[in-house]
């Protein structure tokens, strides 16, 4: 069990650009899930994934946001044409099978900066 | 909708004094409840939980919560901290049990020597 990880730690962006970052969630857990907490602030739900079926996103989520869990494994986070407002640091989280009250191990997250 | 309500940013305390983290919640429906705690330079980790049964709910490392559903709140309590409870603390519900959390804003406990 090597935990959650994230990459990168840290992305410095211009607005405008497009960003994608990775989670690599513990081997075996089905459901994998994104959360984004921005400064001073609670983490705020983005999306969720069982096995590659993404099965719930927020309202937070806006068209220039896509997540992917391809074969169930590792996902990716894409957000299009960045702006400001997406400044803010990129959680992911894994769990074994989506049992009551289970469990969320986190990563240390994305830091996403946007100039 | 639910939401998670931390009046506390941040909790200065001395080692070995008794601690209190507050939280209130709002919601139309029952819940459950977690505390998380995120050290410094790491992810989050759960610390309790409540789900159902005794509304008294307690952590390896010493930490209780109560669920109070009359006044709807889950504080987190420690009868003596010590230097390595240094972090932050985050209150979360959720309505059906799994994992699409609503957490409050959080609070840093600071304890010194």
């Known amino acids: 069990d090597t935990g959650v990880s994230q990459d990168p730690r840290h992305k410095i962006t211009k607005r405008g650009q497009n960003v994608t970052f990775r989670c690599d969630p513990i081997?075996?857990?089905?459901?994998l899930y994104w959360y984004r907490q921005t400064l001073g602030q609670g983490p705020e739900f983005l999306t969720y994934?069982?096995?590659?079926?993404?099965?719930?996103k927020s309202r937070l989520l806006s068209d220039r946001f896509s997540a992917e869990r391809p074969k169930g494994s590792f996902s990716t986070l894409e957000i299009q044409r960045t702006e400001q407002g997406d400044s803010a640091m990129y959680l992911c989280?894994?769990?074994?099978?989506?049992?009551?009250?289970?469990?969320?191990?986190f990563g240390s997250g994305t830091q996403l900066s946007v100039l | 909708a639910q939401s998670v309500t931390q009046l506390d940013s941040q909790v200065p305390v001395f080692e070995e004094a008794p601690v209190e983290l507050r939280c209130n919640y709002s919601s139309s429906v029952s819940v459950y409840l977690f505390w998380y705690v995120q050290y410094p330079n790491q992810g989050l980790q759960l610390l309790l939980k409540?789900?159902?049964?005794?509304?008294l709910v307690k952590s390896i490392n010493g930490f209780e919560a109560e669920f109070n559903k009359s006044q709807t709140s889950f504080h987190l309590r420690k009868p003596s901290v010590h230097i390595s409870d240094t972090a932050e603390y985050f209150c979360a519900v959720s309505v059906t049990g799994f994992q699409k959390l609503v957490f409050g804003t959080g609070t840093r406990l600071l304890v010194s020597p």
């Open positions: 994934f069982q096995n590659e079926a993404q099965l719930e």
């Open positions: 081997s075996e857990h089905n459901r």
């Open positions: 409540y789900l159902s049964g005794s509304t």
């Open positions: 989280a894994s769990s074994p099978g989506g049992g009551l009250g289970e469990k969320l191990f």
